[in-house]
């Protein structure tokens, strides 16, 4: 089992910075795959960004690319969501997910989920 906890979430103008950070629980942490996904009111749950178990692979949605930076710390079972040059339409509930296959991650299908932190860019 892996508890996952997200937070650094708030409010911040158009242009502004944000860093969430995703705190997994487990031994097993440095195995997984971990994304981060987010949900809009309204919206269904789109996926953000993706690294691999050993940092050295990473993958973005085109709507992110160049502004987001995802990264992770195995020591620290924690994995980063850097985010620049917010918009508006970044505002959603942003949360952290966990799986052990690469591709189960990206597509959404991550077997552990957190509860989310939520972030509002103001125009």
């Known amino acids: 089992q892996v508890r996952l906890v997200e937070s650094g979430g708030g409010l911040v103008q158009a242009g502004g910075s944000l860093r969430l950070s995703c705190v997994a629980s487990?031994?097993?942490?440095?195995?997984?795959?971990m994304g981060w996904f987010r949900q809009a009111p309204g919206k269904e749950r789109e996926f953000v960004a993706a690294i691999s178990w050993s940092g050295s692979r990473t993958y973005y949605a085109d709507s992110v690319k160049g502004r987001f930076t995802i990264s992770r710390d195995n020591a620290k079972n924690t994995v980063y969501l850097q985010m620049n040059s917010l918009k508006p339409e970044d505002t959603a509930v942003y949360y952290c997910?966990?799986?052990?296959?690469?591709?189960?991650?990206?597509?959404?299908?991550?077997?552990?989920w957190g509860q989310g932190t939520q972030v509002t860019v103001s125009s």
């Open positions: 487990g031994r097993t942490f440095n195995t997984y795959a």
């Open positions: 997910a966990a799986g052990d296959r690469w591709s189960t991650v990206v597509a959404g299908r991550s077997d552990y």
